[in-house]
């Protein structure tokens, strides 16, 4: 079974950056970063494809965000930039073991990380 272990969130000021990192056993077909904000839904942010390296952005965070993967590390990333207060929520690593039409779907993806917490302030 994956095992996806995220870290990296913390607090910021607005405008500030921060990384999140996620290991994984083994990279699946199709891996993403989601969040969810207390009392909304979870909400896919970026998604990578393993075959292609293809990547997807929410348009809430095109231009802002940027996914990656160090295969050699067996670690996903998401690089934040001009956080604002919008983006703060528990961010969560998942993973997915089949193609699928919607990637921003998060009853696509079968296994998920515990979450790291994001804050921005003002």
């Known amino acids: 079974e994956e095992q996806l272990v995220e870290s990296g969130g913390g607090l910021v000021e607005a405008g500030g950056s921060l990384r999140l990192s996620c290991t994984y056993s083994r990279f699946t077909y199709r891996m993403g970063w989601f969040r969810q904000a207390p009392g909304k839904e979870r909400e896919g942010v970026a998604v990578i494809k393993r075959s292609s390296g293809s990547t997807y952005y929410a348009s809430s965070v095109k231009g802002r965000f940027t996914i990656s993967s160090d295969n050699a590390k067996n670690t996903l990333y998401l690089q934040m930039n001009s956080l604002n207060l919008e983006d703060a929520a528990m961010y969560y690593c998942?993973?997915?073991?089949?193609?699928?039409?919607?990637?921003?779907?998060?009853?696509?993806?079968?296994?998920w990380g515990q979450g790291t917490q994001v804050t921005v302030s003002s």
């Open positions: 998942a993973a997915a073991t089949y193609r699928s039409d919607n990637v921003f779907r998060a009853d696509q993806y079968d296994y």
